[in-house]
């Protein structure tokens, strides 16, 4: 094979990877301390790029897509405030047994809500915002502005994620919930409040392509 197609291969997969690696690092994260996995995650990624989408076509223009992002992300956010206190939290309150099979069942019909609600909103179709930032090359590789947008992005939050959990308190509060949570009980660490906190955090799609599988 040519050196340089096998370049633009190896760096395509690198790029593709790292983006899904944010999306990785959000469901080991939430069964690292909860215990559970959340199946919809994907769907809230989905959620956030509709919101963006949303926002760019009908409200803000797409030259602001730099106000669209931030936007995106709080609504995410307030989503997963609202799973969290209506749906999640009985698991933590209610002396529920079975608690993973309560959160699976849980989070696969969030999944099947979000998906046919996306279909009855936005239709069949898959939607993607236009190129906001200029075309780039990423060594060999030629790369659209908005996967150069969501790399630069998630190479942000990789570093932001890292020196949250290794530099503060609160990382490491949820790093000893993940490997302790009776013992950082005991020496006086509020677990619900911690749970909340992860709960609320979800980042969302990186508005990129077509974000939205059916």
Do not use: C, H
């Amino acid at each position: 094979m040519d050196p340089y197609i096998l370049s633009q291969y190896i760096l395509s997969g690198l790029v593709i990877g790292l983006i899904y690696s944010l999306m990785a690092l959000g469901i080991t994260f939430i069964y690292g301390i909860m215990k559970m996995i959340n199946w919809s995650m994907g769907e809230f990624y989905m959620v956030g790029s509709y919101i963006q989408y949303a926002l760019l076509a009908t409200f803000l223009g797409w030259n602001l897509w730099y106000v669209a992002l931030p936007l995106s992300m709080v609504s995410v956010f307030l989503l997963g405030l609202m799973v969290q206190r209506f749906l999640l939290r009985p698991m933590y309150v209610g002396g529920i047994e079975r608690r993973d099979e309560y959160a699976t069942i849980i989070t696969i019909a969030l999944m099947v809500l979000f998906r046919n609600l996306a279909i009855v909103i936005g239709g069949p179709n898959q939607f993607a915002p236009r190129d906001y930032a200029r075309a780039t090359t990423l060594l060999t590789l030629p790369i659209s502005g908005n996967r150069m947008v969501a790399l630069v992005s998630t190479v942000l939050l990789l570093l932001l994620f890292y020196v949250l959990t290794k530099k503060t308190w609160v990382g490491r509060a949820f790093r000893g919930a993940a490997q302790n949570r009776v013992g950082i009980q005991t020496a006086g660490v509020d677990v619900f409040l911690l749970l909340l906190a992860l709960l609320a955090f979800r980042p969302t799609g990186l508005f990129g392509e077509r974000e939205r599988t059916v």
